[in-house]
């Protein structure tokens, strides 16, 4: 037998077995087991073994759930939350997730306390918030712990302390959580309520940037072009910058577009430029649109023109970006004295 027909028996194994567990499955649901109904409607919901259909996941997850099942009411909750199926409904997940949480689900704790943190199905309420997210915690959630962190950073219901967001995200970090690994290296990158230490940003970043966190790739990439706490060096910044990029993140298409536009790290490419400013653009990114008006205005790998540039510094500027402003009225002045000195003429 060659090693393609070998392949092509397994694959066929695979699937013949897949067959007999989803039998197995539908036989033990119609029998009312709740875990074998929860069980269905996962395969239901990620369309393993069976046609995907979160209708049906949605059906199976109530039959679970009404036998009280602490995974399947959880699992309702998200649905609902998501929108997957039907629109969204955050009454409904809050309904959900709070019989689970009743139950000491931590995953539930966690979402409850996200929907009362956001005001979403509910009325917004940080000390509600803060008191899930501590009971999923004291079970080892890492994103409760991420959470508190976050709360504790942004001034949520509590005075802003990042010495005490700084413990949560550690904790949550050292159970590998990327987003808090991400949030710890940026306050010792940046020295908030802790002393600045590039050496631990730049680990933190790195252990975050390995699981494909697109901020942490965008953050090495920062440190590498700027120099802070290593050697600068562009073509490492560019290299950090394109996988944060490949995940479309608009920050690091605008940062590509900027070292082709001044050739750092890659030799200087106006059409490379504008391309990667565009991509970001078409997202909203307030500085690509800045830096398009910026080529636009001066001319850069395209034909001066004011009319072009006003229009990406005003789309900027409407997005907050204090140096559009500026380039905005220099060109609306220049306008208004070439129409005046056209007049006088």
Partial sequence: MSRLEEL?????EIAVAIEVEVAKGRAAAALGEAVAQFNLGLMFEKGQGVAQSYREAKRCYKQAADQGSAPALYSLGVLFEKGLGEDEDFAQALHWYQLAADQGLAPAQCAL??????GRGTKQDFSEAMRFYKLAAAQNHAD????LGAMYESHHGVEQDYQVAASWYKLAAALGHSASQCCLARIYENGLGVKRDYAEAMRWYRLAAAQGNASAQLN???MFEHGDGVIEDNAEAMRWYRLA???VDANAQCKIGFMYGNGKGVPSNYPEAMRWYKLAAEQGNASALSNLGFMFDHGHGVDQDDAR?????NKAAKRGDVYASKNRDIIEARIAAHAARKVAG
């Fill in 8 to 12: 092509l028996q397994q694959q066929k």
């Fill in 113 to 118: 306390g996200a929907l009362f943190e956001d």
């Fill in 144 to 147: 409760a712990k991420y959470h």
């Fill in 220 to 222: 090495l990439g920062v």
């Fill in 245 to 247: 990029a490949a995940q």
């Fill in 309 to 313: 540039a006003l229009m990406y510094y």
